[in-house]
């Protein structure tokens, strides 16, 4: 027993050096610890935010955001994720140069995306007309959001924003100038249109106007046109913004109705219908007419086109359809156009029927702060 006593007493204590770096360790494997899991909470808090897991918000004490209080906080939702690519070869590069209003050229834009997608062809963002009776300067991103147009459709055809210099016709590249013939069919597109790559490699299409049939093409054509329609081409935010601002502004003066009378100076020159209008009225459409050389038609008999239907319901005549309609005088009538030719006198006996008659000025007028937001685009558009 002394023995042991002895062989214990000899023992040496561990180093004190080294107790302290042990429970350094200790206490730098605690605080990581602690930073690790906080940090997998606040993670889960904000996951937690997309999917509401009650028992994660009960046991946290927290109290859920709504998407009000994100939008409080100027907090704007990530874009949705983009559309897989389609992966194919392209035949060429296609240019456009849409005519016409804005509605015209709309259209257009939709059958020259389907074009490009049944050819196989890459697609120069579009050029709008700066030329024709509206004489608007604005580009396709003055008006359409040039982003949502190319990525929405990148499963369908590529969208550049502009033609690549090496195909310049600097480069010899020179583009084939042409129009395709109105309201064809996917047979020419194919046999005529597609084989004129393999000599241009660049082509312009310098009028789209009704270029592409409205029937007998294929559904899946048919559906691609709507899909440009409705989703492809939105407006820029600012004009949203202001689409938005006029509807709230016409909804708190109770129900409306938009009517697009059709009746502006522009479109009763082409079509030649003048029935109702002054003789001095009708010598002023007939030289519009023939201000303009590419509208081939000229001398027009206003009451043959009446006759066949291919006139506008003048405005007198829309106000009896309205009244036999049903529809309360006290309804507002948003009139969905620019300037009515004739003015006050065109729209007196609607007027009498409809005395709450509004515009887009009338409303702009109204509210001062919404005509800061029109700029230029709503005075040109508005013509």
């Known amino acids: 027993m002394e023995a042991v006593r002895s062989e214990r007493s000899t023992e040496k204590p561990p180093p004190p050096q080294i107790i302290h770096r042990t429970r350094l360790q200790v206490w730098f494997i605690r605080v990581c610890s602690a930073i690790l899991v906080w940090t997998c909470l606040i993670q889960l808090v904000a996951v937690g935010e997309l999917w509401h897991p009650p028992s994660l918000t009960k046991f946290l004490g927290f109290t859920k955001i709504s998407v009000l209080d994100y939008g409080s906080l100027s907090f704007s939702p990530p874009p949705p994720p983009l559309v897989p690519a389609r992966n194919y070869t392209s035949n060429g590069f296609l240019e456009i140069s849409c005519n016409g209003g804005l509605n015209q050229m709309r259209s257009a834009i939709c059958d020259m995306v389907t074009i490009a997608r049944l050819l196989n062809l890459t697609l120069v963002v579009p050029k709008l007309d700066k030329t024709s009776f509206w004489a608007d300067p604005s580009d396709f991103e003055d008006i359409f959001d040039v982003g949502h147009f190319v990525n929405s459709l990148r499963d369908e055809i590529r969208i550049i924003k502009r033609l690549p210099k090496r195909f310049g016709a600097r480069y010899g590249y020179p583009p084939l100038q042409m129009a395709p013939i109105s309201w064809s069919n996917e047979h020419y597109f194919l046999q ?8 241009h490699k660049v082509i312009h299409f310098n009028r789209t106007d009704s270029r592409l049939a409205n029937n007998g093409i294929s559904l899946d054509l048919q559906r691609l046109r709507c899909r440009v329609n409705f989703q492809a081409l939105k407006f820029t935010p600012k004009i949203e913004a202001l689409g938005n601002k006029l509807i709230r502004n016409l909804r708190e003066k109770g ?105 887009l000025l009338s409303l702009s007028h109204t509210h001062t702060h919404t005509l800061s937001i029109i700029g230029r685009f709503s005075y040109q558009k508005s013509r």
């Open 255 to 359: 129900p409306f109705l938009g009517l697009h009378l059709r009746y502006e100076m522009d479109m009763l020159a082409f079509s030649g219908c003048t029935h109702g209008c002054t003789e001095r009225e009708t010598e002023e459409l007939k030289q519009l007419r023939y201000a303009f050389p590419w509208w081939r038609e000229k001398e027009i008999v206003s009451e043959e086109k009446r006759s066949q239907g291919l006139c506008p319901l003048t405005p007198e005549e829309t106000a009896l359809i309205l009244h036999a309609l049903g529809f309360d005088k006290d309804m507002q009538i948003y009139i969905a156009s620019g300037e009515i030719y004739g003015s006050e006198r065109r729209l007196a006996s609607l007027r009498a029927l409809f005395p709450r008659i509004v515009s």
């Open 192 to 199: 005529h249109i597609l084989p004129l790559f393999d000599k």
